[in-house]
């Protein structure tokens, strides 16, 4: 993204963050449990020690032991393995949901911002009207048009998540709109595009990297829930939420089925934003205090 | 003038921590205010002048600052070991504070008449109506229309806002006032008018102050005894008079040299050189000598107390030391 | 006043339009043919043909539309059901309330617990207090609400038989849903107090109340309070919406009859028109909660209040 002549200024910055970061016990306990998680879900084949479909009908709702540490499902499918695999969907949703609403969401903001009058206002009406449906029920809605599966998981949560993304870049905009280093590159016949991709983003960046690590956090939640309803990833893919979904019906007797997938949910949407609060507080240190 | 001493305050040492570091914002500061005597605290942002007057009023947020020593007096009673629940009578009732930025020192949620009548309901048996009645007259007396106490603040203008805080601290009618550069935030055409009738007000009453200002012009139209403060120590105290024409320690004499001077003719000004010490690591020594122009070695070793150059006028300086006059 | 009132509701009709726009849009494009669904698979090509004519499915998208407003606005009448036939409002009209309850106590229920926290945590900052707040506030806002729901109905419900484990009836019906969505909202109440106290309290008009010698606890609840309550109202309010979504899920978990359940049936049976009808009720009652928010914010704001009332006669003040 950025320039040569920028990257010297950029990395400056980057490392003083990441000092401010390394500070921070608990940011730096869910960066590292994040990387832990990413890390364990590239190499799910390699770590866990069944198949995710591998069924073992002799052993099924085994509690936990040695030989299956979280135990076995009503198949008889190891939830260790299972879960490791299904970090690969979760995590896989969460960034790529992230990621789908920033671009749409900080061009349509961008796009408002920079040109402000009336493309601004139908830009706002429209994400107004977004809006009025909270964001999770948008995302059930989206999901059921367009049926389950991964990437329509990812459309779903993405979509009904943009417009966050958008006010906080139209936000940014508005804020350096008139500014002098604005009108002195406008005075040098800056295209449109290039000011607003090397003049205002930047000063849109630091919230920005704050809200998606903590978007990622929401997404994998949103995702499990989608999949515990019905939508969204699934069964027998192996993901958290559909595994709670599959295993809710003998919560009574065999509690195990339950209790990991959520724990894995929790533990990486923690980790996500602890990492999130440290970041802010890196970023933005006038913030501490 | 000055009567029986109202408030004494003996080596007080206040500290302020953030992470590793220790903030040495007040290092053993003694001075009394007499009854009926506006005395000056005068020095550089951050010398340590409001910490000094939060200390006295026991509004010091705690963390990060702590008083590490000393004591402050007020009718025999030492009032830092007071419980909160006396202090409280205090604060308000026989001292006030007058903040420095009147945009900000105003609750903006509530009419400006309730939080003058706030002040008053603490203080003084009275009925909420006779509370709201006095908070009117309060204004008047001020020069606001009483009406306007229904009010918030957004709604007045800076002078304005500073005349309101001015009514909230006279409110109770209290001994001492602490003004804590109550002109600064203002502007320069506002100022002269808030602090006549701050000075109306005081005489009009015979209210103590105590005048918190790096401004020399302040200090010579308002106070009766001048403390300048470096770093966190009083460097030089004495009447307003004896400071002005013998000016005896160097910060002194440099405060002087960057004020232009009508009366003789000055083609330059002359600033102080350098900056003040960062306060959470002080030179040894006397803390004034990387800027001195007259600093030698002993300067930079001994620490140095304060000479009694004259009867009451007080000087931290060694080359005042009586034991080796130059 | 008034007229700020009046704006707001002026600028609701439109997004309800959208709204309305979106969803039938939305489920306009959802592949899959209602015929089939309601007449099930063995049905002729004549019959589904016969069926699609009946509901105006042939009809153009305009059309179709315009029906579906007329329907909606004009009749209160958000269609039929595809499985049962039944009417849609009828259902959505007794089923709402529940899902409406389980939605207002846990946003209820997560101030009670949310703000005090954050409370006490920004008036003890970095102690041990503020700490475990913290903890505490983070692992609420990091737990999925439909699991903290299978877990909390297997251990008080399941387990220790404490409380009914699904259905619906008196308030020890709602303990469990509510408590379960309404635990990442104190989370997030509790965080959004914590950082807009201690902004608050940083500023110089707390120290002017404490100045006049009044109590630590009026300072806090008083004067700082009301300043930061502005960003929690607004929080609270969109958290009403969050929990109406929460309240879906909690539903389906414990088969309370609601809305939620209704919807996810719907999901489930490719019954569109009650996806359609849910998603619907539920955004207009989210946008009106959205508008009565902001009526509180301007009467909580003295500032924004001002903004809209009559123009001031005095405009040139002081200098």
């Not at chain 1, 400056?12 to 401010?20: L, T």
């Not at chain 2, 000055?2 to 003996?10: D, M, N, T």
């Amino acid at each position: 993204m950025a320039t040569e002549r920028k990257k010297a200024k950029k990395n400056s910055r980057f490392w003083e963050v990441m000092r401010r970061l390394r500070k921070n016990r608990l940011a730096m306990a869910g960066l590292v449990f994040l990387l832990l998680m990413i890390l364990i879900s590239i190499f799910a084949p390699l770590i866990a020690p069944y198949g995710y479909e591998t069924q073992d009908l002799y052993n099924m709702f085994a509690l936990p032991s040695a030989e299956h540490p979280f135990g076995t499902d009503n198949l008889g499918r190891d939830i260790f393995s299972r879960i490791i695999y299904g970090g690969r969907a979760s995590l896989t949703i969460g960034f790529a949901s992230v990621a789908v609403s920033a671009v749409f969401g900080m061009t349509l903001g961008a796009i408002a911002g920079y040109y402000g009058g009336k493309v601004d206002m139908v830009i706002m009406r429209v994400l107004d009207v977004f809006q009025a449906v909270p964001a999770i029920l948008m995302s059930i809605a989206i999901s059921a048009t367009l049926g389950p599966g991964l990437v329509n998981a990812i459309l779903a949560i993405g979509l009904s998540t943009i417009p966050g993304y958008s006010r906080m870049t139209r936000a940014s905009f508005m804020s350096v709109q008139g500014m002098e280093y604005i009108e002195a590159a406008r005075a040098i016949h800056c295209g449109d595009r290039r000011i607003m991709l090397k003049h205002v983003l930047p000063n849109a960046v630091s919230p920005m990297i704050v809200q998606m690590t903590m978007g990622v956090g929401s997404c994998i939640s949103v995702a499990a829930m989608l999949s515990f309803i019905g939508l969204g990833v699934q069964p027998p893919s192996p993901e958290w939420g559909a595994m709670l979904s599959a295993g809710r019906n003998y919560i009574r007797d065999y509690w195990h089925i339950v209790l990991f997938p959520g724990l894995a949910i929790m533990l990486t949407v923690l980790s996500l934003n602890m990492l999130g609060d440290g970041l802010r507080d890196a970023l933005d240190p006038r913030l501490k205090n | 003038m000055s009567g029986e001493s109202l408030i004494s305050v003996k080596d007080l040492v206040v500290e302020y921590t953030s992470g590793e570091d220790v903030v040495h914002a007040v290092n053993g500061v003694s001075f009394e205010l007499n009854a009926g005597e506006t005395l000056g605290l005068v020095g550089e942002t951050g010398a340590g002048k409001t910490t000094i007057a939060k200390s006295i009023l026991g509004i010091l947020p705690d963390p990060p600052a702590k008083i590490r020593g000393g004591e402050i007096f007020m009718d025999g009673k030492n009032m830092l070991k007071l419980s909160q629940k006396e202090m409280r009578k205090v604060r308000g009732n026989k001292i006030a504070m007058i903040f420095q930025d009147p945009m900000t020192a105003l609750n903006p949620m509530f009419v400006v008449g309730d939080q003058i009548a706030e002040v008053i309901r603490l203080h003084e048996k009275i009925s909420k109506a006779g509370a709201a009645k006095k908070s009117m007259e309060l204004l008047e007396m001020v020069g606001i229309p009483g009406e306007r106490g229904r009010e918030y603040p957004h709604q007045f203008s800076g002078g304005m806002k500073q005349r309101v805080v001015i009514a909230m601290a006279l409110a109770c009618n209290p001994q001492v006032l602490l003004a804590d550069e109550p002109t600064t935030a203002l502007d320069v055409t506002i100022q002269a008018q808030v602090l006549e009738m701050m000075m109306r007000l005081r005489d009009q009453r015979g209210t103590s102050m105590l005048m918190i200002t790096h401004d020399l012009g302040i200090v010579a139209e308002v106070c009766d005894k001048v403390a300048v403060i470096y770093a966190g120590e009083i460097v030089e105290m004495g009447t307003k008079e004896h400071i002005f024409d013998f000016t005896s320690h160097p910060y002194t004499e440099g405060l002087f040299g960057s004020l232009p001077n009508l009366n003789t003719k000055t083609k330059r000004l002359k600033p102080i050189p350098g900056m003040m010490p960062n306060p959470s690591s002080l030179p040894a020594g006397c803390k004034f000598h990387p800027r001195c122009p007259y600093a030698t070695e002993a300067c930079k070793t001994e620490t140095v107390p304060l000479f009694e150059t004259e009867p009451g006028h007080l000087v931290r300086c060694l080359r005042r030391d009586p034991r080796q006059v130059r | 006043m008034l007229r700020y009132v009046l704006k707001r509701i002026l600028m609701f009709i439109p997004i309800i339009l959208g709204v309305t726009i979106f969803v039938f849009t939305l489920l306009y494009f959802t592949p899959g043919d209602p015929a089939q669904v309601i007449l099930g698979s063995d049905a002729t090509e004549e019959e589904l043909e016969a069926c699609r004519e009946e509901l105006g499915l042939n009809d153009s998208y305009l059309e179709r539309f315009a029906r579906y407003c007329s329907d909606v606005f004009l009749h209160g009448n958000l269609g039929e059901s595809y499985i049962n036939g039944r009417s849609i409002s009828e259902e959505v009209a007794s089923r709402m309330p529940k899902t409406f309850t389980v939605a207002l106590v846990s946003v209820i229920l997560a101030v009670c617990i949310g703000m005090p926290l954050g409370i006490i945590s920004a008036t003890n900052q970095y102690t041990w207090k503020d700490n475990t707040a913290i903890v505490l506030a983070l692992l609420g806002v990091s737990m999925p609400g439909f699991w903290v729901g299978l877990m909390l109905s297997l251990v008080f419900a399941l387990k220790l038989g404490l409380l009914p484990p699904s259905g619906w009836g008196g308030i020890e019906y709602l303990i469990l849903p509510c408590v379960s969505i309404a635990l990442s909202g104190a989370g997030s109440i509790a965080r959004q107090t914590r950082s807009s106290m201690l902004e608050v309290i940083r500023q110089d008009y707390i120290t002017t109340a404490r100045a006049k010698g009044q109590t630590e606890r009026k300072v806090i609840y008083v004067h700082a309070l009301r300043n930061a309550l502005i960003p929690i109202v607004t929080q609270v309010g969109t958290m009403l919406g969050i929990q109406l979504s929460g309240a879906i899920v909690a539903e389906s978990i414990f088969s309370i009859p609601g809305i939620g359940t209704y919807m996810v049936s719907g999901i489930k049976n490719r019954d569109y028109p009650v996806v359609q009808g849910s998603v619907l009720v539920v955004a207009i009652i989210f946008s009106i909660v959205m508008l009565l928010v902001d009526v509180a914010y301007a009467f909580v704001d003295p500032r924004i209040k001002a903004q809209y009332a009559a123009p001031k006669k005095r405009t040139a003040k002081e200098a």
